[in-house]
């Protein structure tokens, strides 16, 4: 793999990273030759799709991996194939429904230790319109604000770890919306599943920003990535009529060279970011085949970062009410 980087003195602002990696590679060829002998990782939504591909490439490092999924048995049966995969027989399996307030709070009361790595990977895509235990709109809820109540609630464990990464699975969906701070819960706007979706993923680009930002200084940062197009369960919420739209934009992109990928191929830049040295005390970025995204006005096949999305004014304002609803859920 070579490494395009400019020497700092080169340029005024920080260079983009760029990597040899591309659509095809996947998430154990990125960790040929790292240990993470000694880390420990969480990774939401384990038991499916790119969290288990994910969770897998961190076990096969020797890390200390625990899934955090909604269904237990299914994360049983996950933390079985990656034993058997990886060589690794301390896989933990925990409950988590980032839609629930409380099962978050308790999941991170009962965590103790250092973490290294956090991999903000579950997700909720084009839900009908609906709301969770707390009243929260189900994309931003889910999507955004239990990783936001995960990550705050699990401050002092990755301070204490000293390097630790954040991971912010986000999406070109993005492009779709920033967000819309006068009407989070769309309760006085037409609701749109497709805006719904855009507007969580923005929001988890704004997290990295800002979580940055604000814990530098505590040795932790986080990036934000776009994982590809890859079939999952993630679409199970889609209309034939969406299903066959998106197979047309597909074929459409296919014929400029897009390509669609497997689990493993779209878990690779979570790893990246989760793993690299190239990577090492840089945050607040967008990431996609594991090298930084160009900022764009427009996305190309689903390529590229939307300016809205790094907006570093957005992202504080995102950060406070975020905490205020929080808060207030609790109070």
Known sequence: MTQHLPHPRELASPPRISTDYTGTTTALQVVEGISLGGKRAIVTGASSGI?????RALAHAGARVTLAVRDRAAGERTRGDIERTSGRDDVAVEVLDLGDLDTVDA????????????????????APQGTTAQG??????????????????????????????????????????PIVFDDLFFERREYTPTLAYGQSKTANVL??????????????????????VVATNLSRHWSAEQRATALEQVAQAEANGFRTRTPAQGAATSVFLATSPLVAGIGGRYFENSSEAEVVDELRDWTGVMRHALDPVAASRLWDVSEGLLAAARS
């Open 207 to 228: 997290f990295a920003v800002e979580a940055t930002r604000r814990w530098a200084a505590d040795g932790i940062t986080a990036n934000a990535l776009m994982p590809g």
């Open 136 to 177: 929260w709109e189900t994309h931003f809820a889910t999507n955004h604000l239990g990783h936001f109540a995960l990550a705050t609630g699990l401050h002092a464990a990755l301070a204490s770890a000293g390097g630790a990464r954040i991971v912010s699975v986000a999406s070109a969906g993005h492009s779709a919306s």
């Open 107 to 126: 999941f991170v009361a009962a965590w103790s230790g250092p973490l290294d790595i956090l991999i903000n990977n579950a997700g909720v895509m084009d």
């Open 51 to 55: 969290g288990v591909e994910t969770a």
